[in-house]
């Protein structure tokens, strides 16, 4: 789902949103809303950065198969000329 580069720091991110979820839960039930609204803000951020972190991997992997489209074009047209010549 992530780019290897960025593999840990996505699994920080998981674990940071979860810890940021069961304190906002917790803080929640305390009734200390300013504390859980900012590790609701918190948790937010990582879902951002996992967002961001997944689209790089969209991105890369887009780019990869345009590229191996093209080179196998490029090898057809290539045998094609090849044939041609032959001919």
């Known amino acids: 789902m992530f780019l290897k580069a960025d593999q840990e720091k996505a699994e920080r991110e998981v674990d940071c949103y979860d810890y940021c979820l069961g304190l906002a839960t917790e ?4 009734e200390e809303f300013g504390e859980a609204s900012a590790y ?3 948790a937010s951020r990582s879902l951002k950065e996992l967002e ?4 790089a991997k969209q991105t ?3 780019s990869w ?19 041609r010549s032959r001919i």
């Open 52 to 55: 961001r972190m997944k689209i």
């Open 27 to 30: 803080k929640l039930k305390q």
């Open 40 to 42: 609701l803000d918190n």
């Open 65 to 83: 198969f345009e590229i191996k489209q093209i080179e196998g074009q490029q090898h057809v047209d290539k045998v094609i000329a090849e044939m």
């Open 60 to 62: 890369f992997d887009q």
